[in-house]
């Protein structure tokens, strides 16, 4: 599933191409995909519109147009959003299609059918937004460790499970949590209440650290994941745990172990994170 770093590649890749452009028309191939689409209302609010930013809240794209309303896309596990030329044969998994006014198409691919994507109003996409209860932005300047230490405090959670929890911190999934905490050397097991202050710490560096390396390798492709210009993410290459059961540690002679934690496979070093 693409998580924060191939969500802000995707953002920052449709600010640099689309932004401007006028839709000037939509094929919606699958009505499923936003979950009962009134194509009386979706079409006629995109047609003629232009796009005027883009921009993410968590796993969320959110792109503004010029009527005021906004395009909310959730890629969720195998979304694809592809700008290609029209005469580009289309995938059996191609879902919509945006027509641009420079002739080429935003295409949104999906094979197994799970990304939604609705056209709100401002007040929509604020209550939309707040009924998840999004917690906070990791790469944010605002997000401090002070600020961490707060969310952290009195939580009795396992920490794996807490930091894929979206109304805890926002962006998170299962790779880059098995990373963070491979780099931090805490067990995914462990109750977020025995931290010491140090490993706190430890975790809030590597999050922000790990996050932000993946986004500037344009993220992680161990699946699906594809920018808008169809490339694969680079960030894989520097994966230490996640799904490498049975390779050797880099951190030490033992071997990478996998498990379940919180209902999510769980890959972690049984010597080095303790």
């Known amino acids: 599933m693409p998580e924060l770093p191939e969500v802000e590649t995707i953002k920052n890749d449709l600010r640099a191409l689309v932004v401007g452009r006028k839709i000037t028309g939509v094929e919606v191939i699958d009505p499923q995909i936003g979950l009962h689409i009134d194509l009386g ?3 006629p609010g995109l047609v003629g519109k232009e796009i005027v930013a883009v921009d993410r809240r968590a796993k969320y794209l959110l792109v503004r147009l010029s009527s005021g309303h906004t395009l909310t896309i959730q890629l969720m596990v195998t979304g694809q959003l592809l700008l290609v030329n029209p005469e580009e044969p289309r995938s059996k998994s191609t879902r919509l299609v945006f027509s641009l006014d420079n002739g080429q198409e935003l295409r949104l691919n999906d094979r197994s059918k ?6 709100l109003s401002e007040e929509e996409v604020s209550q939309w937004l707040s009924r998840d209860r999004l917690g906070p932005e990791p790469i944010s300047p605002d997000f401090t460790l002070d600020v961490f230490r707060q969310l952290l405090r009195g939580r009795r959670t396992t920490i794996k499970p807490l930091l894929l929890d979206q109304s805890f911190i926002s962006g998170l999934g299962n790779i880059y949590t098995d990373e963070v905490l491979f780099a931090a050397r805490i067990a995914p097991t462990r109750k977020a209440t ?3 202050p140090a490993e706190v710490e430890r975790i809030y560096e590597e999050m922000r650290r790990i996050l932000k390396e993946a986004i500037a390798l344009r993220g992680t492709t161990v699946q699906a994941y594809r920018d808008v210009l169809g490339r694969k993410g680079s960030y894989q290459t520097r994966l230490k745990v996640f799904r490498k059961a049975g390779h050797q540690c880099e951190g030490c002679p033992g071997k990478v172990a ?3 934690v919180g209902g999510r496979d769980t890959f972690y070093c049984p ?3 303790t």
């Open 258 to 260: 996998e498990t379940r």
């Open 114 to 119: 799970l990304a939604r994507v609705h056209l």
């Open 194 to 196: 025995d931290l010491s």
């Open 41 to 43: 209302h979706f079409i």
């Open 271 to 273: 010597s080095c994170q």
